[in-house]
């Protein structure tokens, strides 16, 4: 699923922001691995246009924007909060309780 993703694109050495503000669609694809959902960004799209098999600059933000969206969703960000209302995908019960665990509507 695509969604619209807007991050500022830090510098990959010293951690500064060279992009604030950078807006783009992220598609992201969710696989399932011991009841667990796992995510990951498996594009980055300008104007439709993907960044994955460009140039080395394009093909560079999208490994870096790709992990931004992919911590986003980790620390349940509102990538995560979108993704989860698309998909059905919640954590039902109390963190430790045998019972508890993912589950997809």
Do not use: N
């Not at 503000?21 to 011991?34: A, K, L, P, R």
């Not at 098999?53 to 931004?68: A, E, F, P, W």
């Amino acid at each position: 699923m695509t969604y619209p993703f807007v991050c500022d694109v830090p510098d990959g050495v010293y951690g500064f922001i060279i992009i604030p503000s950078f807006e783009c669609d992220v598609e992201i694809e969710t696989t399932w691995s011991g009841g667990e959902p796992t995510f990951h960004c498996t594009d980055v799209l300008v104007d439709g246009r993907s960044l994955r098999h460009g140039s080395k600059l394009s093909h560079d933000l999208y490994t870096t924007i790709s992990q931004l969206a992919e911590a986003e969703i980790d620390a349940g960000g509102p990538l995560w909060t979108r993704l989860s209302a698309d998909t059905g995908i919640s954590f039902s019960g109390h963190a430790g309780s045998p019972d508890a665990g993912w589950v997809a509507a």
